[in-house]
């Protein structure tokens, strides 16, 4: 139960900013013992990478941040939701959900405050501490570990887009050692354009103690290991938290210098290769960051894909893309965006009365664009995406439906019989091998991708919703903002979280 002195609050309204105490250290150790409170932190002043020095910092992030880290971390399950896309609605919804039941906020006043920090942090709540069984706290900490270490990889250090080792790891000729499933090997690979570095990544959440690390740091060795005389960078992420005590984050990293990355499979030239700290930041002059930026939002696709008509928006945002470009985490958040506001407002005075069919017209015309946007249900995450981002993401889902169709192992035909069951394991190796297939067929196909998802990229700026979407209807356009809602937008997708949700700590 939960103890009565714990008082019932409504909803905590909150600012949507929060520090994260994080330890850079070489290595495994023991639990700091309070330290994330008492010690003297450094102040973070932004990085594309790690700190010069190791210790205690005390970076402020938002809410925002830490929902798109968990609506993109993990495994890409895309394969299996090809001719089911509605149910990436609860894909969204079983990564986003864990974060809003367990999670709260309490102000903190730490011995050695860092100048500019918010004084807020984050904390396991009274539901977590006092009603969830074990189960259930360990699939919470799973979910938040790969949360927070997605963020602190990509947010925090400027790591370009993680993949899940499972499908292979970063260099071709090593698959087949990286997919034996007997080897324990670390959760994900990163390649991070400003080191020039593959980075090796395990995720350890929850109470984390030093022999859940050093567990991670074996099965980092042992990637290491397979990676061999490539130029890489080991990390381990633990994000600990106890009911009661501040999130911190200890990141224990390791370098190891050799031969540099590869260009990715296939790939025409170095530049278009690059791996980008972010990847809407090149997809003016990079195929292959296009190819990778529809792959990773292509969970948000199917959401708004298959979400239906009444729950569609567009939301207007500047369409100079230049201005969201990465400065300090992933996303921009709107509400401090003076620009944006102005130009709505513009656009509510310029469009008053105007017909449909000249209303969108007009805001381009004003240099606004309109992203299309959907509540995930079950949550009060918005997310959304460009015209040019949805037009690539349909290119490629009808080239993965193709690819489905065509290929052994992944048609219809191949599938098991309904009618038999298979164990567990035998389900997770079956699901295992298709995905590999699948990764490998994707990117054979890629030098064909290239040319068609930049096509799909270039002709999606001057298409009309209805078209993109095959619909009679333009979704509405929403001039005002949704009050109520703390809204980002990188180059080209949308997302918006409400005030209302995270709920109180304790007392």
């Not at 405050?113 to 942090?121: E, L």
């Not at 009444?310 to 992933?330: E, F, I, K, M, Y």
């Not at 590999?436 to 290239?450: C, G, H, V």
Request: glycine share 8%.
């Amino acid at each position: 139960m939960i103890p009565a002195h714990v008082p019932d609050e409504p909803p905590l309204t909150y600012a949507d900013s929060f520090d994260i105490p994080v330890l850079f250290r070489n290595g495994p150790a023991d639990k700091p013992r309070r330290q994330w409170r008492t010690a003297k932190h450094k102040a973070w002043t932004g990085s594309d990478g790690f700190p010069a020095a190791n210790g205690w910092y005390a970076p402020t992030t938002t809410w925002r941040e830490i929902i798109k880290a968990a609506t993109e971390v993990g495994r890409d399950v895309t394969p299996h939701l090809q001719n089911q896309p509605r149910y990436a609605h609860g894909e969204l919804l079983a990564r986003i959900s864990p974060l809003y039941a367990y999670l709260g906020a309490h102000p903190v006043k730490p011995r050695h405050p860092v100048p500019g920090a918010k004084g807020r942090r984050l904390t396991w709540n009274p539901v977590y501490a006092h009603g969830t069984e074990r189960s259930a706290k360990n699939a919470a900490g799973y979910r938040l570990g790969m949360t927070m270490t997605e963020w602190a990889c990509r947010s925090l250090l400027g790591l370009g887009q993680t993949e899940h080792l499972e499908l292979g790891g970063p260099v071709p000729a090593l698959h087949k050692t990286f997919k034996d499933p007997k080897k324990k090997l670390p959760d994900l690979w990163g390649h991070h354009e400003a080191e020039e570095l593959y980075w090796l990544i395990e995720a350890k959440g929850g109470d984390v103690g030093v022999g859940a690390l050093r567990k991670g740091w074996a099965q980092l060795t042992a990637g290491s290991n397979v990676l061999g005389a490539y130029a890489h960078r080991t990390v381990l992420v633990g994000a600990s938290v106890r009911p009661g005590d501040d999130l911190f984050l200890t990141i224990d990293h390791d370098l190891h210098p050799g031969q540099p990355p590869l260009a990715p499979e296939g790939s025409d030239t170095a530049d278009d290769a690059a791996g980008p700290g972010n990847l809407e930041d090149h997809l003016g002059d990079s195929d292959d960051a296009l190819i990778g930026a529809a792959r990773a939002q292509m969970l948000a696709y199917l959401a708004l894909r298959s979400a239906p008509a009444s729950q569609l928006r567009t939301v207007p945002v500047p369409a100079d893309r230049a201005s969201r470009h990465r400065r300090s985490g992933l996303t921009t958040p709107l509400e401090s965006d003076g620009l944006t506001f102005a130009m709505r407002a513009d656009a509510r005075r310029a469009v008053t009365g105007a017909e449909e069919h000249t209303l969108r017209a007009g805001i381009r015309s004003m240099g606004l664009d309109d992203f299309l946007s959907c509540r995930i249900p079950g949550t009060e995450v918005h997310l959304g995406m460009s015209r040019k981002l949805f037009a690539a993401c349909e290119r490629l889902h009808e080239e993965d439906l193709a690819i489905a169709r065509r290929t052994p192992g992944l048609r219809a035909e191949d599938q098991p019989a309904a009618h038999l069951e298979l164990s567990d394991e035998a389900q997770e190796e079956q699901g295992l091998t298709q995905r590999r297939i699948f990764r490998e067929q994707q990117e054979e196909a890629r030098p064909r991708l290239r040319y068609l998802l930049r096509d799909a990229y270039e002709q999606g700026a001057a298409s009309n919703w209805s078209d993109l979407l095959r619909r009679p209807r333009e979704p509405e356009l929403d001039l005002e903002g949704n009050v109520g809602l703390l809204e980002s937008a990188t180059p080209e997708t949308y997302l918006a979280v409400s005030r209302y949700e995270l709920p109180p700590a304790r007392a």
